[in-house]
């Protein structure tokens, strides 16, 4: 029984150039996800759980921001450029996917407590993100498990590491009496964004470790680690 879907190429153990291509036409030709190998639809990838994020007391803003409801845009347009490990026995070498993404845009709705120059700051409403040229590396552990006699991977460890060109950030209806105030507030933030994106890395790390894993588990869960490549069998 093969799970793939027909039209994905396979490729050898460990032919890195080989999986790389083919998880690209994969990204390409399915954009809504191919449910019966667990591949969910990449163009809306809603995360439901939340984060919260706190930027350090450093006198000027001072911020707790929970953030839920999220919707991540723009997976679909992610091209793979590297990929290492893969092999027969993919616990021997570490696994490795690197890629691009052009915009990925994340909506969702927020609520901010704290102070931004002595205003003491309670709001809620919709806020976008938007981190431009993300060029990210996904270093994976995985554990092997048996299910009639097929090999199938488990994620045990996931670790993104992500870099970005700009950060762009938009938080609406900030002090809902005052479109200038929130309008200055939302510059300031832009304007800073380098330095909120090293306070808030870590966090939203955290978030797209949950995103990433999400996307991938549930391939290792329904195509055996066997069935995604060819088998030494077949060119015996
Ligand atoms: C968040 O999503 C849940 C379920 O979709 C919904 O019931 C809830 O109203 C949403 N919260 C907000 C603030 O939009
Ligand atoms: C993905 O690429 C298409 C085609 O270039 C573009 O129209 C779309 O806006 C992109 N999506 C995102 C979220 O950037
Ligand atoms: C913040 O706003 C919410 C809802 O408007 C309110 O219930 C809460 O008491 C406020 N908290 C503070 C500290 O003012």
């Not at 999986?19 to 591949?39: C, E």
């Not at 990449?42 to 839920?68: C, H, Q, S």
């Not at 590396?137 to 995985?142: I, M, S």
């Amino acid at each position: 029984c093969d799970f793939l879907a027909e039209d994905v190429t396979k490729c050898r153990f460990g032919d890195v150039e080989c999986i790389k291509d083919s998880m690209n036409a994969l990204i390409k030709q399915y954009p809504r996800g191919i449910p019966g190998m667990g591949l969910k639809p990449i163009d809306v990838v809603d995360f439901k759980g939340w984060e919260v994020f706190k930027t350090a007391p450093n006198g000027r803003i001072w911020l707790t921001f929970k953030y839920f409801n999220t919707t991540n845009y723009g997976f679909e347009n992610m091209t793979i450029t590297e990929v290492k490990g893969f092999s027969k026995d993919p616990t021997a070498t570490r696994m490795e996917i690197h890629g691009y993404i052009p915009s990925l845009i994340h909506k969702g709705i927020y609520a901010a407590s704290g102070r931004i120059w002595f205003i003491n700051v309670n709001s809620t409403g919709k806020a976008m993100s938007d981190l431009q040229k993300v060029q990210f590396t996904l270093k994976l552990k995985v554990i092997l498990e048996y299910r009639d006699n097929k090999r199938y991977l488990r994620i045990d460890e996931l670790v993104p590491i992500m870099e970005i060109s700009r950060w762009i950030f938009s938080l609406h209806e900030f002090f809902a009496e005052n479109t200038d105030l929130t309008i200055a507030v939302n510059r300031v933030i832009n304007d800073n964004w380098v330095v909120f994106w090293n306070e808030l890395e870590p966090t939203i790390l955290g978030l797209y470790t949950s995103v990433f894993t999400n996307l991938i588990s549930d391939v290792f869960d329904k195509v055996s680690y066997d069935d995604m490549f060819i088998t030494d069998q077949a060119y015996a």
